[in-house]
């Protein structure tokens, strides 16, 4: 007899041993050992066994029943994760209150009991109730930092902490969409990102001379909600130039403090090099740009629709303390909140810069904002796909 046979055949005599009296059992354990060959003492064990029959049924969970783990508030959940870029259930949780009210404009009606539901969700329910969906990818580019030598005398290392407790210090960088050669002429992007409220803008620019990339950064400065008080950069030379030095620290009111980082040391410059991650690869990826006609397509889908999405309606995390304990570092982080709201709560702008953000605010949709994105990189690759 077969393992499966003697299995089923156990488990169709084991109640009816259970039940019978001293006399019956041993007839139908000389009749088990007959059948199976199994010795008598092995098969008295297996019959004697009290748990034989549970460990053929599922064993339940202990502990109280799911309480999230519902078809209406996945559905929901999973929409909102993939409108946000698979945002982190630490940013999610904090961004779900500002995207579920434009959620029921651009679908159905959530019941309340979803809502609420929603809203008191932690971060790692959040993560388990996603943990069947969730994608992960890895990739790497070129570094294309080449040192400028004209002013690096003249432009000081950043050596202490700016004040990040007021809007307007900026660290800045530039990324190559140039494939994986860096010969020719192709796109660059350029990044402001601001250690207060993490807003962040982008711009592309054709090669990176000193005209382009400066009057691109006076158009970014122009779109910012707050007044530049300092700018640190890398060791690039589309940053250490003449142009933009003057343009930074000769201004009658108000000049800029332009600092530079170390030379090969990019966590000087930790914030924007993150930026050039989240807002610049993970949108458009490590394809080369080699057509002209390509910078003003992504600069319209940056100023109309990327940067208004991430700075109004995607929450950042802010360190606030970083312990060294023995050989372990310990972060503890802010609440997170979306540079918009950060930027509310400052003390550090007028009224007037306040308003101007709240309407700002009133006139978008992450929704629509996100269809937008689509549409516009959709357009970008198919441009790049067109025989120059």
Known sequence: MVMNSKRDYLNAIWQRYQKADKNTKSLILDEFCLNCGHHRKHALRLLSRK????????????????????????????????????????????????????YEQEYDRIPIWVKTKLLAMSPSSIDRLLKPVRVRYKTKGLSATRRGTLLKNQIPIQTDQWNASKPGFLEADTVAHCGNSLAGDFVWSITFTDLFSAWTENRAVWNKGAHGVLSHIKEMEQNLPFHIRGFDCDNGSEFLNHHLYRYFTQRPKDPVQFTRSRPYQKSDNAHVEQKNWSHVRQLLGYDRFDQIKLVSLINDLYLNAWNPFHNFFSPTLKLKEKIKVNSKYIKKYDKPRTPYQRLLESSHLSIKQKDKLKYSYQSLNPFKLKKMIESKLKNIFNTLRLPK
């Open 51 to 102: 748990s034989h029959l549970k460990r053929q049924i599922p064993k339940q969970k202990s502990g109280p029943k799911p309480v999230y783990h519902t078809p209406e508030l996945l559905k929901v959940l999973k929409g909102i994760w993939f409108a946000t870029d698979q945002m982190c259930s630490k940013k999610l949780q904090a961004a779900l209150p500002l995207w579920l009210p434009f």
